[in-house]
């Protein structure tokens, strides 16, 4: 299982960056595919994540209304679409393969990803 993040970098507050996740080495078609951050100090935090149909998308209420999930099944790619980016949006951003096909969600914490990828550095100044 290979899963590579790309298309982070720097911008300012209010800009945008688009994330890109490829994956190999699994049948990306029947699998969750999510995305996390972890900013220095704190906690790894599910982001978002879509299902392997491209359904009923989940985002974190921090980034609701602001960040975009969607797939190409036929190009085993997941993206990330993140506008209106905030200082604290600054985090590793990772994209993780989850080993069900829906995203599963308890307590507001993604549960089931077991797969990941290196990571992609997003840095939001003010």
């Known amino acids: 299982v290979q899963l590579v993040e790309s298309g982070g970098g720097s911008v300012q507050a209010g800009g945008s960056l688009r994330l890109s996740c490829a994956a190999s080495?699994?049948?990306?078609?029947?699998?969750?595919i999510g995305w996390f951050r972890q900013a220095p100090g704190k906690e790894r935090e599910g982001v978002s994540c879509i299902s392997s149909q491209n359904d009923g998308p989940y985002y974190a209420d921090s980034v609701k209304g602001r960040f975009s999930i969607s797939r190409v099944n036929a190009k085993n790619t997941v993206s990330l679409q993140m506008n209106s980016l905030k200082p604290e949006d600054t985090a590793v951003y990772y994209c993780a393969a989850s080993r069900w096909q829906t995203c599963t969600v308890v307590h507001g914490t993604l549960h089931g990803f077991e797969s990941w990828g290196q990571g992609t550095q997003v840095t939001v100044s003010s």
């Open positions: 080495g699994f049948t990306f078609d029947d699998r969750a």
